[in-house]
Each structure stands twice: as structure tokens, then as C-alpha cells.
């Protein structure tokens, strides 16, 4: 299986913004629901935020609602993640990932994850 590719981490300040891009070049891209991961240090994977294959229906966890943003452009075959109001705990590696078997919240194509550091 190929994997995916994500950029634009960084470090930034309390109460910035960053934005992240995650691109894979299959053609079946517009096919796939999508979803960002993360993972901070001594801590589990954990789930970020998710979007539909058509892009009209997106979901949350409850640590970021009304401060990231995920959406997609099928024709560029890239899946975004804006960042806003960045916290400190927000400090992880974030990780896009595709499900491609149609088995419902099962993501079997990976990127290789890019840092994202928040200053207090």
C-alpha cells in the first residue's frame, strides 16, 4: 500500500494558527473519507477530525471543535487541516490518513506524520 504525504507543520505560539496539507497522487483519491490523527509525546494515537469522500460532512473530537477546520480539494487530491487558536496540548504529531476498503472507520493508508509544536 502507498502512503500519504503531509507538510506544513512547524512551531508556533500560543493562540497561532498553522495550516497542514496531505497529498496522495491515486486517482481513487475523491473516493476516500479522510481523516488527521495525532500523537503527542508518552501519549496514544488519537483521533483529530474526519471528512467524507464529497467533502459535505465533517466530524470532530471535542478537544478541537471551533478551533481546527478539515477539508479537501479532490481535484488537487489534497486533504487540508487548519489550525486555529493553538493551545500547548495541541504539541504532536499529526498524521493524515485514507479509508480506502469501504469498511467504515477502518484508515489503512498512512503519511509519515509532521511535527507541530505549540509554545506557552
Known amino acids: 500500500q502507498v502512503s500519504l504525504v503531509e507538510s506544513g507543520g512547524g512551531l508556533v505560539q500560543a493562540g497561532g494558527s498553522l495550516s497542514l496539507s496531505c497529498a496522495d497522487s491515486?486517482?481513487?483519491?475523491?473516493?476516500?473519507?479522510m481523516g488527521w490523527f495525532r500523537q503527542a509525546p508518552g501519549k496514544e494515537r488519537e483521533f483529530v477530525a474526519r471528512?467524507?469522500?464529497?467533502?459535505?460532512?465533517?466530524y470532530y473530537a471535542d478537544s478541537v471543535k471551533g478551533r481546527f477546520t478539515i477539508s479537501r480539494d479532490n481535484a488537487k487530491n489534497t486533504v487540508y487541516l487548519q489550525m486555529n487558536s493553538l493551545k500547548p496540548e495541541d504539541t504532536a504529531v499529526y498524521y493524515c490518513?485514507?479509508?480506502?476498503?469501504?469498511?467504515?472507520?477502518?484508515?489503512?493508508?498512512w503519511g509519515q506524520g509532521t511535527q507541530v509544536t505549540v509554545s506557552s
Open positions: 490518513a485514507a479509508q480506502t476498503s469501504g469498511i467504515p472507520g477502518r484508515y489503512d493508508y
Open positions: 491515486r486517482r481513487t483519491f475523491s473516493r476516500y473519507v
Open positions: 471528512i467524507r469522500s464529497s467533502g459535505g460532512s465533517t
